[in-house]
């Protein structure tokens, strides 16, 4: 499965902003820290303001912050607010005649792997992801 761009730099912002809760982190600060163009870390800031996932506060002192604290946001939420609808029901493969009835080569793994991430998904919290060993933030 493959994220577009928003939703793979949404995520990396959020996760992110959740680490350094509950300070505030600046465009520029993400842009530095993170590696991501400045002006996409600036459409997604605000992109992510108006989908609920973040506050923004202008001025010397501003930048971004949770909206909700890191253990209500849920990873699928995130991921359904920033990518198509049948993000969890496309072939892996790219076919788009791929179904049940037609499937391609990795259709049947691929079904029983995508429900599983998609229920993990619907778990996983942003603050989860902060506890994470393996994160590189």
């Known amino acids: 499965m493959n994220f577009n761009k928003t939703t793979e730099y949404s995520l990396r912002i959020l996760i992110y902003i959740s680490k350094h809760s509950p300070r505030t982190i ?15 870390v600036s459409k997604i800031l605000t992109q992510l303001s108006k989908l609920g996932f973040i506050s923004t506060q202008k001025g010397r002192d501003g930048g971004a912050i949770l909206a909700a604290p890191s253990e209500k946001l849920k990873i699928i939420d995130i991921i359904k607010s920033l990518e198509s609808k049948d993000v969890f029901e496309k072939c892996i493969l790219g ?7 037609n499937p391609c080569s990795l259709h049947n793994f691929w079904a029983a792997q995508r429900d599983e991430l998609y229920k993990e998904f619907s778990i996983l919290t942003l603050s989860d992801l902060n506890t994470n060993k393996l994160s590189r933030f």
């Not at 076919?95 to 009835?101: D, I, Q, T, V």
């Open 26 to 40: 600046s465009a520029t600060e993400l842009y530095t820290n993170l590696n991501l163009p400045y002006k996409f």
């Open 95 to 101: 076919f788009s005649k791929c179904n049940s009835k």
